[in-house]
């Protein structure tokens, strides 16, 4: 039996009704939904489990490719508070058909509730080999409306802007489901464009840079053809601090400059104050800090002109990080203790813990290291509270420097390896990198400097894989003072005057100037 097409939220209301009334009435409950649109099934799927977690149900999300024994793994994880939904179902396939229609009564015995997702060509293969399992189900339910429609559109913008998710699965899984939605419509519109600039970020979370690139160039493209200033500057923006993290911070700027001048000409004043802040962040990192200083004024002017209290904080917090760069580290603290207030005020956990952090980082500059541990400490719990695995990463690395700080390397090591391990679990390559860079340093701290040079050496890798020169720049240094420490001076110099060559590209002072001194003392 097939549903007669009505509105979408009655046809989703309808499936969770049957599920609940099957719990209801501890009977089992076979349902089909067909579908055209990854996109359109996602929505739904999202809305029927909302609906069903309402009613005390846990619905199981089910790969017929990995579990091709369906009955068995039903039976296995079934209560009577469960709901199975099953997908991928072609993968599957000759398999699961077999074992669906021998051990049909199996899934009517356990009460089983289950809701497959299935292609048109799915449902008739199903129908065709596996007739005993298909005539035992209750309803065939079709969402088959193409994406765009105009009453999914708000749904569909909410979607291709999503960028938050808490884990490696969550960014894969929204990757895959916005790469499927952008080659179903049917031409390239103001979706497009959110969709590319969305996949943009979510490839620079998983560090892959140049994928990022891509995908920010291509959202570009369309924002430009389309007339969109915004989105252009939105574009441009992106790219910008793609660049930056790949240490090309001169380019960066470039971008920045172009995302101000068009947040300028069409008076996005809160665009203005972004771009603005980025570029301080530029400035800082090639250690022009007063000029740092210079932009991040000019965007604190702008949040309180506005009123914006997010920027005004964000603002804030850039500044207390120029200062500390610039040695006023109670000055900085100043700033971040304001930029704290403000997200505490706004109940924004995410930036309260970056705060706290930063706080950590000004009372270590200042050697007050069990006070900047007690920050650390309270940024971690609010990471792990909120699911922020990118900045619990970066909290328990803090935490090991520490601990290093306090001689204590062995216990710098367990946590530099809590957070390499994080980095592994979200993808996070540049924050692999950097882990893998610390745990070098505390083995060279132990002199253990043929272990460092491992650990300093796949942090290389990794630098060079993803791009980032800044990383390379400072693992060649890493791997330029080992060999010095173990007396092999032709190599210590091989890879001291690699990283002044990046040094001089990327224009940092503090590689060049460092380089340039070992090299001269080496050489002296």
């Known amino acids: ?81 469960t709901v199975f939904i099953v997908h991928n179902m072609e993968k599957g396939f000759p398999d699961s058909l077999r074992y669906l229609n021998f051990k049909r009564e199996d899934i009517i015995d356990h009460q089983v509730k289950a809701l497959f997702w299935v292609t048109d060509k799915e449902l008739t293969r199903i129908g065709n080999e596996a007739p005993d399992f298909f005539a035992f189900r209750n309803r065939v339910v079709e969402f088959i409306e193409v ?63 140049k994928k990022a690139i891509e995908y920010h160039e291509q959202a570009l493209v369309i924002a430009k053809e389309m007339g969109d200033r915004r989105v252009v500057g939105t574009s441009l923006g992106n790219l910008g601090s793609t660049y930056s993290s790949l240490g090309q911070v001169e380019r960066a700027i470039e971008y920045y400059k172009q995302a101000l001048a068009i947040s300028q000409e069409i008076g996005d004043r809160r665009g203005e104050g972004t771009a603005l802040g980025n570029l301080g962040l530029a400035y800082g990192n090639l250690g022009q800090v007063e000029k740092a200083i210079e932009y991040h004024e000019l965007a604190l002017a702008i949040s309180q002109e506005l009123g914006d209290k997010r920027l005004e904080g964000a603002a804030l917090g850039n500044l207390g990080l120029a200062y500390r760069n610039l040695g006023e580290v109670e000055k900085a603290i100043e700033y971040h203790e304001q ?10 956990r995410r930036v309260e813990g970056i705060s706290l952090g930063s706080l950590g980082n000004a009372y270590s500059h200042l ?29 328990l690395g803090n935490i090991g420097l520490a601990y290093s700080d306090q001689r204590q390397v062995e216990k710098a090591i367990e946590y530099y390896e809590k957070a390499l391990l ?18 070098g340093l505390a083995y060279s701290d132990q002199r253990q400097v043929e272990k460092a040079i491992e650990y300093y050496e796949q942090a290389l890798v990794i630098a060079r894989e993803i791009g980032d020169r800044q990383g390379e720049g400072n693992r060649l240094v890493s791997l330029g003072n080992a060999y010095s420490l173990l007396g092999q001076v032709e190599k210590a110099i091989d890879y001291y005057e690699q990283a002044l060559v990046i040094g001089k590209e990327i224009k940092d002072p503090r590689i060049i100037n460092f380089c340039e001194e070992n090299l001269k003392s080496i050489k002296s």
Do not use: C
């Open 1 to 81: 039996m097939t549903e007669i097409k009505d509105p979408i939220e009655a046809r989703v209301s309808r499936l969770g009704n049957y599920l609940i009334r099957a719990y209801k009435y501890k009977k089992a409950s076979i349902l089909f939904a067909l579908y055209l649109s990854e996109y359109v099934r996602a929505d739904v799927e999202r809305e029927i489990k909302k609906l069903l977690s309402e009613q005390g149900l846990k619905a199981i999300s089910v790969d017929a490719g990995e579990h091709k024994d369906l009955p068995s793994f039903f039976a296995s994880s079934n209560s009577d508070q």
């Open 147 to 209: 994406p765009m429609a105009e009453e999914r559109r708000p749904a569909l913008v909410e979607f291709a802007l999503e960028t938050e998710f808490k884990s490696l699965d969550e960014i894969k899984h929204s990757i895959e489901l916005k790469e499927t939605l952008l080659s179903e419509l049917s031409e390239a519109d103001e979706i497009s464009g959110y969709l590319l600039n969305s996949l943009g970020i979510l490839f620079f979370q998983l560090s892959s840079y």
């Open 339 to 348: 930029a704290l207030a403000i997200s505490q005020e706004f109940g924004d």
């Open 367 to 395: 050697g007050q290291v069990e006070k900047a541990m007690e920050y650390y400490e309270q940024a971690l719990v609010i990471a792990k509270e909120i699911g922020d695995r990118h900045n619990e990463g970066i909290w």
């Open 422 to 439: 994080i980095a592994r679990e979200i993808g996070d390559r540049r924050g692999e990198g950097t882990s893998l860079g610390k745990i």
